[in-house]
């Protein structure tokens, strides 16, 4: 799913073996602003058998590097009048915006944005057609500047997806067949991705993808952990960090007493950490270089993470 489910390999091995689940149907989109996902990247994975009842097992998985990402409404985008039929945008750690919308018929991608420009595609991008269950299939053309594809969809498998952090029931895995050129360039190439979606979310916990371009072969695969950073569980406005943008001195109130704060770079590098047995009022930042953060808040129940913009 462009920006967000790129990554690169992990190497283990996945079992498949039988198992009973009601075949499930998803009937929509479900997801909440504000929430947020740890993606993590790795090498070498086979994405395992279609198929009833499969039992996918990435239980070894190891973690590499990972994406914040948030989902947040469209006008606090860069160019929100752009996307006037939007729903929601997503932000990642790459400094894209990629622009959803999600209705009860389909979740598609409208066009993204940076923090400088925006491109609206001139076909969007079905990736979800609801209601959605097994041997559903669909085929799609989009249009993404001066990149032209073609996707065919099918949900070739359900059943149960073991991960590092937990076990997922009633999951289903969506392949997609992508042929895409640009536009009077010869360019071309193919993929087959796999996606695995639960009904607690949108976004895949696992995507695995296979692309084929300028006659080499790429692999990627990334998963979301939805407990890694849990939102829902903490009170939205009891958190308060100020100044923001900040020059020096960050503040915060509402911290519990113990509560670490993490503080990363885009691309995913801790640059200061802070840890108190007391509360943790203020965390100086005059050191870190001007542009755009994340700051991770934890406690002995959750974490949140907030964007930060440091200015000098």
Known sequence: MLHLLKGVLCSLTVLCIASSSAQPVFSGCNFEFGDVAIKSHNDNVFEGSAGENVIWD???????????????????????????????????????????????????????????????????REILRFPMTYLDEFVDSYERGAQVGIDSLLVDGYGTLILPYGTFENVLRVRTIDNSEVI?????????????????????????SHLNQLDFITHGVSFSDPNAVDVTNVERDKIKMFPNPVSDILHFNGLERGSTVNIYTLSGTLVQSAFS???????????????LYFVQITDDHSTKVLRLEVIH
């Open 58 to 124: 990435f239980s070894q998985v190891t973690v590499g590097s990972f994406d914040f990402l948030e989902i947040i409404e469209i006008a606090e985008a860069p160019f929100p009048d752009s996307f006037v039929d939007g729903d929601m945008t997503i932000i990642s750690n790459s400094g894209y915006y990629d622009v959803i919308r999600c209705d009860g018929e389909m979740l598609s991608y409208l066009g993204e944005m940076t923090n400088s420009s925006a491109l609206v595609y001139g076909d969007v």
């Open 184 to 208: 009077g360039s010869g360019i071309s190439w193919r993929s087959i991705s796999y996606a695995f979606y639960h009904e607690t979310s949108f976004i895949p916990l696992l995507g695995i």
């Open 277 to 291: 047995k007391e509360t943790i009022n203020s965390v100086p930042v005059d050191r870190l270089s001007a542009g």
